[in-house]
Structure formats: C-alpha cells, structure tokens
C-alpha cells in the first residue's frame, strides 16, 4: 500500500479489490494518512476526515446530552491494579495493552496501561460519588482514544492500534432500568447510522459466547458493506451487576439498606466512518451523504475572458445565498484549474452536489445541479435557490440510503441446513439466517470451514424466522432451535 496522495483519481475497481479501492479512496480524497514508519497500525487523520468524526459526535453528543448523560474525562493511563480489580469479571485486554514502564529515567512501581477501555478507571468514581438511590441513574460519557495493541494489517478507521471512540458508563437502582438504558443508547446507535450516516443497520444481540466480558446481554447494530461482510457498528452493553460488585458501586436505598447498582457501558468507534467510506464510495473516490459532508455544494463557475465577469458575480450572489441559509457551501473561483479538473476533484471528495454556472445559466437565470452519487443533472430556476438546494441535498440522502438498503434487503438469506448455510455464505457471502441451538460449538463449525461466524442473534420480538411453537431445528446440528442466528463474514 502506497502513501501517495498526490495523484488524482482512483486506480483500484470497488468490486474488483475492495480492499485496495478503500485504502486508496482514504488517501486521495485527502482523509487521511499513514502513522510515521515504525510505527504501522497508526493512522493521522486529516482535517477533512476528521471533519465525519465531528459530524457523528456532534449527532450523537447531542442525543445523548437530550438523555440525561454528561461528558468526563478520565486518564489515559490504568494502573495495572486497577486492572487487575476487573480480573474476576473480565478475561481482560492483556495481550493487546501498551504498557507505560517509565516516566522519565525512573522506573515506574507499578505500570500503567494505556487504556484499553475505561470501566476498571471509570467504576471505582462511580463508586465514589454513588451514595444514596438519590445519585442514580448516574450517567457519564467520555469521548477518547483508546489504544489495543493489535498486530494485523492497517485498515484507516478499521484496524488501528489507536481509535477514537466514544465510552458512555451508567449506573441504575435495577436491573430493568440498566436494560431500558442499554436499548436506548442502542437506539441512538441505529438512529446515527440511518439518519446521519445513510447506512441502514441490523440491530439484535450478540451470541452469549461473543458477548463483553462479564456482561449480562451484549446488543449491536450490524452494518453490510459491499464487499458481504459485516461490520458490527456501535455496541451497548448491559452489564448486570459484575463490575458493580467488583468495584463496590453500592448505594442505599429508601429503606437505608444497601444494594449494589446495575451498570452499562456503550461505545461507538471511528469504525462507523470506514462503513460510511466504503459504502457510498465508488470509483470515482469519496461518495457522502450531505448531512456528513464538510461542503455539501461546490458551485463551479465556468468562464471565458469575456464572460468571466458576469459569471462570477452570478456564482458569487449563489454561494452567498446558500451561505446564508446555513448551507456548506464552497465556491471554487480558482484560475488555475479548468472546470473539468475541478469536477474531477470534487467528486474524488465526495462534494454531494455541483452548481455549474456558465454564460447560459446567467442569461437565462438558472442553475445547472449535479448529484454526485450518480451524475443526474438538473436545470432549476436561481430564485429560491437555497429551498430548491436543500429539496436536492434531500434527495441526494433517500439515494444513499435507498442503495444501501437495496442491497441489504437483497443479501439476507435463509439456510435451513449445514450444506446451505455453507454453500450460501461461500457463493455470496452477505448474512445467511438461520434456527439456532444456542451452542457455541455450531458456530465453530461454520467458523473453521468458512471463516464466517454468528454476527447478530434478533431480539425476540424481531425475530420472524422461529414461529410460535418454535419447531424449528438448528441449521447446523439439527438440534431443537432455541434462536435465529445471522451468520456473516466480518470485519
Ligand atoms: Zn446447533
């Protein structure tokens, strides 16, 4: 993989090397680089990339504070003890920790983790500022990096020693509360992608054996890509009572007994920025939806000497207008580049609507648009052109999320025995549904065959695959079927 982002245009087809198309669609469209040798799995996102992570978090900030939860920030660093504390709940990280040994020439006593996740730092202040039913719910998120130290090839926002993230943490006076908070964070997951990120999502559970460690139910959202595999999206987990007994998080209760708290913990990493890049993006580069986009509209003013004059002022009076109406807009009135190198590159970075303005627009009064996700064009009249841009941008979303949702809807398919599910997953990959027994040796056998694994198990209320007098046997050890698993090679 090359580190060049100089040169215009994508070389690699999307079908052909997916892999190779993405890497170089992060590159080109200038979102962002390789870490500095010596140092692979590290990526420097760039300010038009980092631009998408800001799109999400402000989304998601926003939900979650309308939620009653409140931003921290916790240290970096974990002191191995602390770590140590999670031992009885969590078959921890320790393979993938980076290890902080000195400060300075000094040997550290004890060594500190970079942070892998937080709940062995976070829960031990929650402990402490939990003292009566009156401090719950307690709520608290923090947006971080975190880093696991991962030896596999750099995928940018996929596979990286370091990603930003965001944690959120809860504490609740019951069970049934803990659960109400899992599914709503859950519900903000799935609310991100399909409104804000144009991906439509699977939203179920994860297999018990696939769970968070020490938690009680691990839920998800499942994003396809193009490629059939799955990407797990953004994950909630309702952690029961395990790292509030651990961490002695403990309040009284009306009657001034004390009880131990029910917790959560959610997370949605830079991942989702990889689903969004790779599902949008064509050959042609970087494909966004306007709702993420750093420029949602580029006007182009095409001139010759003597019209030059006119034309400019014309785009000039558009780009302000739609400025005004709080729309992104840039108005590319460079002399050094021709109207066609300028197409080119706004579509390698993704600008989901042109405005092309020549002579002819401004004799007639109109607007030439173009959509970037598939080249329609449409001529509209200037007045009202920011209500005509926003119906446009609008659009320019349902197209996203209609393709994306076309080609979900087109790869669930369901298997009903092994010879199936492997014949099925192996011709086209995309999720294969199928009754369940709840055994973790099932999934293994797929796994060692086929290299897919159960990925989603829907809630029971979603769940249309088993009928109500579940006679179903499970597709790989013809066993009763206790669920309905979605296998699917992942990310
Ligand atoms: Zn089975």
Redesign the pocket.
Known sequence: MTDDDQELGITESKSHDTGEWYAEVVQKAGLANYGPEGMSGFIVTRPRGYALWEAVQNALDAKFKETGVQNAYFPMFIPESYLEREKDVVEGFDPEVAWVTHGGHEELEERLAVRPTSESIIAPYIARWVRSHRDLPLRVNQWCSVVRWEATETKPFFRTKEFLWQEGHTAHETDEEALEETMLRLDQYESVYEDVLAIPVLRGQKPPHDKFPGAKTTTTVEALMPDGKSVQGATSHHLGQSFAEAFDITFSDVDETERTAHTTSWGISWRCLGALIMTHSDEQGLVLPPTVAPEQVVVVPIWQADTKEDVLEYAEGVAEDLEEAGIRVELDDRDEHNPGFKFNEHELHGVPLRIEIGPNEVEDGELTLVHRPDGESDVVDRADASGTVRSHLDEIYAKLYAAAEENLDGEIREADDRAEILGTLGRHGGYVETP????E??ETEIKEQIAAEIVMVPFEEDDDLLGEDHEET??????P?ERTAYFAKSY
């Not at 369940?436 to 055994?439: A, D, F, I, M, Y």
């Not at 499970?474 to 066993?479: E, I, L």
């Open positions: 369940w027994c709840g055994e040796a099932c499970c597709g790989v050890c013809g066993d079927a």
